[in-house]
């Protein structure tokens, strides 16, 4: 026992001691019960946990000019998510979350990787049937000395950072998730710091695909420091290690600096910005040399939540093997997941990608969040153009019924220069969170 403990406990029972000789004395009656305590069953202690639900329905098409494509593919799906976490007990929780995706009606589309679903003349709508847990995870938090240390183990989401090379996927119907052992900790002088070792990971496309749960070794890291509402620092590491041969090509190793605000200037104004630079290498058992780059800046103006961005993103590619690659994240650059991998034609490999992007609430239409983007794709070498992007989004929430449910619709438009056909992609979805 410390001091500290030693010290606390004689306070305590001085205080009882002294309540004791203050209070005056009564003498029960022989016939008085002595009061019992209410048993704390195990039904109520669960009544005090947490239920999560989300139900979202969408309707998304995907249209394709050239072969092999003969139609257009449609999909209408429903997903279902329900999550139960237990309350804290000695600072442990228990979190349990099922998924499923039910295709609603009349359907016609393609999952390259499902063979159930595999329509090679039909564009590709990672929304495949399934229904698993999606996360299952023991969780414990503790406070030590004002900060909090958390250690989760288990199949859960993950994000570093923006999502660019670790992420889960909030728009396809199956977000994807980890069975990973994950340490963070909030440290002094606002640094926070997260560990995380990932032994597999279930994809987007499908946990029963043939790819869809790749067993791996990897590593994450993320030191990052931040002063609210200036500027936020992140030095991260992703090892990623695979253990089945199909695999190894993937296996590399990042490390990268991020620094983004936004930057607040006065209650209205402010500064949204991002600066990042990482050097992907191969590791463990890649047979390829690997020596990428990746550049990322953004500027713009921010007023009262709506703000205006130019962007540019650079995925560096000298050759169809040495690239930069990103297997833990879904797609990342315009709406119309065409470049889901780093892309290489003619030639020409890598990712250039130079955009204007603007979004907010919109004031005229109360409750509606609006994004607007404009993609201009080109090659890292050989500066091959490969073509250009419009994206638009509009979610509105229905106050008026309830803050927890949404409609939305999203519009994708590319005009094919030199890589892939033009391609138009639309959804409509309706979503409600408990």
Request: charged share 20%.
């Amino acid at each position: 026992m410390t001091v500290t403990s030693k010290w606390l406990g004689n306070i305590l029972v001085l205080s009882a001691a002294a309540l004791l000789l203050a209070a005056p004395l009564k003498v029960a009656a022989q016939d008085d019960k002595p009061e019992v305590p209410t048993p704390r069953t195990l039904w109520f202690f669960l009544k005090e946990g947490k239920i999560s639900f989300n139900s979202r329905f969408r309707f998304e098409t995907f249209e394709r000019d050239g072969a092999p494509f003969t139609a257009p593919a449609y999909a209408p799906t429903l997903r279902l998510a329900l999550g139960y976490e237990t309350p804290a007990f000695h600072d442990f929780t228990l979190f349990a979350q099922g998924e499923a995706v039910i295709v609603t009606g009349p359907a016609d589309y393609n999952d390259p990787a499902l063979p159930s679903q595999l329509r090679p003349d039909r564009p590709a709508i990672l929304d495949p049937k399934s229904m698993q847990l999606s996360q299952g995870y023991l969780k414990w938090t503790h406070t030590i000395a004002t900060k909090k240390v958390a250690v989760t183990a288990g199949r859960q989401e993950i994000t570093l950072n923006d999502g660019r090379f670790l992420n889960i996927s909030l728009w396809r119907q199956v977000h994807g998730t980890f069975d990973a052992a994950r340490f963070d900790t909030e440290l002094p002088a606002n640094f926070s710091f997260t560990y995380a070792y990932i032994n597999r990971f279930y994809r987007q496309e499908g946990y029963t695909a043939t790819d869809g749960e790749p067993p791996m070794h990897s590593h994450m890291w993320n030191l990052v420091w931040t002063r609210p509402e200036q500027v936020r620092v992140a030095f991260y590491g992703l090892l990623l290690g695979y253990r089945a041969p199909a695999q190894f090509t993937l296996a590399t190793q990042t490390y990268g600096i991020r620094v983004n605000g936004p930057y607040q200037l006065n209650r209205d104004w402010g500064i949204q910005y991002t600066a990042e630079f990482a050097k992907q290498k191969k590791y463990d058992a890649n047979p390829n040399k690997v020596d990428a780059n990746y550049y990322l800046g953004e500027l713009g103006p921010l007023w009262r939540g709506f703000g205006i961005k130019a962007g540019y993103a650079l995925l560096g590619g000298r050759s169809l093997t040495d690239k930069l690659s990103t297997p833990l994240a879904p797609p990342f650059n315009g709406y119309s997941d065409l470049f889901f991998n780093n892309p290489s034609v003619g030639g020409g490999n890598g990712l250039e990608s130079r955009y204007v992007n603007a979004g907010g609430p919109v004031k005229f239409l109360d409750g509606t969040v609006a994004t607007i983007i404009f993609y201009d794709y080109h090659s890292d070498n050989l500066h091959l153009h490969y073509g250009r992007e419009f994206d638009t989004q509009f979610v509105y929430k229905m106050k008026r019924i309830s803050n927890r449910w949404e409609v939305g619709w999203r519009f994708s438009r590319y005009w094919s220069i030199q890589l892939f056909t033009p391609a138009l992609r639309t959804s409509v979805f309706t979503s409600f969170t408990l």
